[in-house]
């Protein structure tokens, strides 16, 4: 039987190297899924008026550089935290995990999908940012309407049985300030 499990967290990619640990591997995302990326975060801005992202990879290379770092976390079962020094921009992070018979990697481009389904939460109840943990915050980023550009980085590996996927994304201008509202 496969299993899997969610965690929201930030998305990064990097190119195909080992990083040191047993079982432990990253591969970078490839630009079909940069263009994906782009792609579907721009749909979603569509949808609610705000203006398109364009892919920047100065952002990419240090949401890899910190989705690496955050993957033995993740196999180890720990929280994903923001990175603290990581300056003046937007981060929402992703996990998931698999295991069993036939199980791979979980899909990066999947984390789009669950920080997307936040939507119905602020739907719900539309209101400018109260805090800087909501309910619907890695939606409100990935749409926030001062934000022009985007990087993601993805590191997965196998570690007992288990495939792990840390995926981060970084956004400039960040969103979700206190008070506003995303669009």
């Keep these: 039987m496969n299993r899997i499990a969610k965690t929201m967290g930030a998305a990064g990619v990097s190119a195909a190297v080992l990083i040191g640990l047993p079982g432990t591997a990253s591969a970078a995302l490839?630009?079909?899924?940069?263009?994906?990326?782009?792609?579907?975060?721009?749909?979603?801005?569509?949808?609610?008026?705000?203006p398109p992202l364009a892919w920047d990879d100065t952002l990419a290379a240090?949401?890899?550089?910190?989705a690496d770092k955050l993957l033995p976390t993740a196999q180890a079962d720990g929280p994903l935290l923001h990175d603290p020094n990581r300056g003046e921009v937007g981060e929402n992070l992703y996990n998931a995990w698999s295991s069993g018979f036939g199980a791979t990697a979980p899909d990066p481009l999947d984390a789009l999908a669950w920080w997307?389904?936040?939507?119905?939460?602020?739907?719900?109840?539309?209101?400018p940012v109260g805090n800087s943990i909501q309910s619907w915050g890695h939606y409100s980023q990935m749409v926030w309407k001062d934000t022009q550009r985007v990087g993601c980085g993805a590191a997965s590996g196998s570690r007992n049985g288990r495939f792990d996927t840390v995926v981060v994304c970084r956004y400039d201008p960040p969103g979700n300030m206190i008070g506003e509202m995303p669009y």
Aim: charged residues 25%.
């Design 62 to 66: 240090a949401a890899q550089a910190y």
């Design 30 to 50: 490839d630009n079909s899924q940069k263009d994906r990326i782009v792609a579907q975060h721009n749909l979603y801005r569509d949808e609610v008026g705000t």
């Design 116 to 127: 997307y389904s936040e939507k119905a939460m602020y739907d719900a109840n539309p209101q």
